[in-house]
């Protein structure tokens, strides 16, 4: 089924301890759409970017077969620019720039072609905006949306109203403690719950994601990474993947919501190998699939006969 | 199989956001026999308290079948007496007074009846006096350890030595990263493996636990926990349902250790529901396996039919 995907494209300036990556194509559209395009099809863009915008980002989107009459190209602008540093442990960073540039006055334009996409991916904007693409679509079967620190701070009136508009949240685990103002995370997701998404994803880095519904939680392993080379990215290859899967197999059951976080986390674990959306760049069908029996590997464990034996434990 | 059980016996006061408890019976040696005395027997103690060590303690530990022959006490000496304040969100404390009292200048003698223990666990103690343990044990099946961030900076060569006569270590993860100057779990197990001892186990508290052999890494979620009472002795909890199920099954196949960390996590679940050791009071048979299948389902997936279909995911 259709995947509409709404979020930056940018030029990322880099800093790890393994090297340095400079106006490298990235944002949140870009990782969104190429992670979901490993299941489904066809992923449509809306984004906006530069004159200076590469040539090859253009290529390596339109390799993955994305559709691109959403993106607006704004000849005399610059793209969206964001250099940070990460420290030693690949846990914390310092962004050393955020320019704008042309995604100052984004304003997303939904093509008529894109208006009747049946799932909507709303990366991470502005809450207004991400509520001036849902009404521009013919009633999308499921909205996903990303939403951020900054927003849940500066503009939580528009968040509310936008997440009363969405199905499936994903934040990671702080996103979420701050905008429940709780710390437990279970409780956490109650809360946000009841703010209007029925499903929240809480992602937690190298501790892996909880699902949790009305019925369930659903806790996923992190893939045991020795080698993260960038971990920009990481979430929105998580985002990607989760509506790529969930697109594909059309299927909102418990069951199939727990593979789609397996997806995601496989594709995030696979865009963080190397720098940029390179990891993202030609993945193969057993690769992937490889991948998401690994994490079933990581975290299955069974009953021993003895736990039914007939005597008494104490 | 017998377990011998080696660690502190405490008077604990402590403030959480949800109470107070005053000089509660606590110390590590007393969460390990009484999570391990669930799964097995006999279960052994050492350790040492004063003459102000209340009788309910030491009934708690009998009612439990726990061999009490190595609790030496001193009469005219003051229990080992810790405090601490629990910040609101339950992952940060104050630690407000710490008075080793008999603790100070306890030397574990080894009760002639507990020579021949099989499975020895030895809590966090100074590693020299873990070592002096092991020095009177007769060939014991398998060692298993804790350690503090306190030893790792202070004692390092003592804890060296002691690692080598470990089998397997239960560490925290910011123990795991100091132990090893490295940031990354996975290979700061690599790491503390070539030290000695051929399994780790790294708790993760709110984020489950990992447990790293030379073949395997598995990921166990956390419970899910809404209503944690009172964290202290959560790691001990865990070291005792651990040992407790390995030494009742006698198996150490991975399968078998997977189910010995569940069953670890399951005992630390049910011990931070209550103050104290109060939550390890009255366990059942049935709530002990029902928490096994709850962790069992929380982590659970399985592949969809689409993951086989004939057509690529690109």
Redesign the interface.
Known sequence: MSVLVVGSLALDTVETPFGTAKDAVGGSATYIATAA???TMPVRLVGVVGGDFPRAGVEFLEKRNIDLEGLQVIKNGKTFRWAARYH????VRDTLLTELNVFEKFDPVIPDSYRRSRWVCLGNIDPALQRRVLEQIDKPRIVIGDTMNYWIERKNGDLRRTLNLIDILIVNDSEA?LLANE?????AGRVIRAMGPRIIIIK?G???A?LLTEQ???????Y???S?VDPTGAGDSFAGGFVGWLA??D?LSE??L??AV?YGSALASFGVEKFGVEGLAD???LQ??DR??AF?E???????E??YGSH???
Chains 1, 2 share one sequence.
Do not use: W
């Open positions: 395009s490993y299941f030693y442990d690949l846990n403690r710390p437990n995370l279970i409780k937690k190298e501790h892996g909880l369930t939680v659903f806790s996923a392993p992190a045991p990474m020795e993260i594909r197999s299927d069951e199939n727990k593979r397996i993945l193969s069908y992937i699939q998401f029996r079933r990581i975290s299955r464990f069974e009953e021993h003895l736990s008494d434990f104490s």
